[in-house]
């Protein structure tokens, strides 16, 4: 949404001297601007064509291929929309990728999805750290966790699987309604009033 003359804006210069009225203003501006984040997210996977990286496919057809096979294989919306931006990272962050993408899905996904994109990284480290030595087995400091097999199931299921130039992908247009369902209304933030709790009768 660009800021037009037309849409109102707080009149202060300094946080100091805002009001309940100028807050008002922004807060309304915040949750339209929120409403179009899965377009903007679209916008961004974009950003991965064309760009293969050494591998056999790009980075965008990676990332639609894990999504589809999660899909495929009967996964949920919001893990399948997990997979879609598990790399999404990859262009501004393409040394700590994950940080990136688990730090833009944590206010819309469950803690175990969150984990699974924060650490998805260091779980697919098992299948080529050892070519560059580096420890395959850095992922076992997790061991116990709770979501530790999770994580390693979609590296193994759905991640380093996802290479093949002869797989059909499912397009972006096909996941676009899912971004909009997950990715619209976040579950947890700062910015979100918590539930007042009922008095006791």
């Known amino acids: ?15 100091t001297e805002g009001t309940a009225e100028d807050w008002g203003i922004i807060a309304n501006a915040s949750m339209e601007f ?3 984040l899965p377009k903007r997210l679209v916008s961004h996977l974009m950003l991965l064509q064309g760009d ?10 990676h990332s639609l291929q894990t999504a589809t096979r999660a899909h495929q294989d009967g ?9 879609l931006l598990h790399d999404i990272g990859d262009i501004l962050g393409p040394r700590n990728h994950a940080d990136i993408a688990a730090a ?8 175990r999805n969150h984990w699974m994109v924060a650490n998805h990284a260091i779980f697919q480290g098992y299948y080529f750290f050892h070519h560059l030595g580096l420890d395959r087995d850095m992922r076992e400091q997790f061991r116990g966790h709770p979501d530790f097999e999770y994580t390693a199931q979609f590296g193994h299921l759905y991640d380093q699987e996802a290479f093949d130039p002869n797989f059909k992908s499912m ?17 947890r ?5 918590k539930p007042e709790v009922e008095a006791a009768e």
Do not use: N, W
């Not at 949404?1 to 946080?15: L, Q, V």
């Not at 996964?75 to 997979?83: F, G, K, L, P, S």
């Open 52 to 61: 293969c990286g050494g591998f056999a496919i790009d980075r965008l057809e």
């Open 171 to 187: 397009p972006i247009e096909a996941f676009e309604p899912m971004l909009h369902r997950v990715m619209s209304t976040p579950k």
């Open 189 to 193: 933030s700062i910015y979100l009033r």
């Open 34 to 36: 929120g409403r179009d």
């Open 104 to 111: 833009i899905v944590q206010p819309f996904v469950s803690e």
């Open 1 to 15: 949404m660009a800021d037009g003359e037309d849409h109102p804006r707080a009149k202060f210069h300094a946080m």
């Open 75 to 83: 996964r949920d919306e919001e893990y399948v929309v997990c997979a």
